[in-house]
Nanobody, 125 residues
Framework: QVQLVESGGGLVQAGGSLRLSCAASGLPSSTYAMGWFRQQPGKEREFVVSIMWSDGRGYYLESVKDRFTISRDNAKNTVYLQMNSLKFEDTAVYYC??????????????????WGQGTQVTVSS
């Protein structure tokens, strides 16, 4: 059974940085991708970034691609999200997710099979 535990959220001023971590246990060797999504109150969960587990290719939401960087440590089964130049609109609960099946894209919530409990990121303006 896959378990994902996020950490690293918190309160930061606009323009600041945070680094989120997602520690995975029970991750099969056939894992296709990992991703980060975020959700603001009253809104649907939104794709932020995904990373292919095999080769590390990252795919970003346009509004974060010059500010956020996803990376992974396969040996530690951990995914990181470095967030720089944070904006007020980045405030959300951030969720880590694992995709255990092949999909044509890793962009939608339906492409992912396991989810963490989320970590709150609050950016003060």
């Amino acid at each position: 059974q896959v378990q994902l535990v996020e950490s690293g959220g918190g309160l930061v001023q606009a323009g600041g940085s945070l680094r989120l971590s997602c520690a995975a246990s029970g991750l099969p060797s056939s894992t296709y991708a990992m991703g980060w999504f975020r959700q603001q109150p009253g809104k649907e969960r939104e794709f932020v970034v995904s990373i292919m587990w095999s080769d590390g290719r990252g795919y970003y939401l346009e509004s974060v691609k010059d500010r956020f960087t996803i990376s992974r440590d396969n040996a530690k089964n951990t995914v990181y999200l470095q967030m720089n130049s944070l904006k007020f609109e980045d405030t959300a609960v951030y969720y880590c997710a694992a995709a255990l099946r092949y999909s044509r894209s890793y962009y939608y919530t339906r492409d992912f099979d396991s989810w963490g409990q989320g970590t709150q990121v609050t950016v003060s303006s």
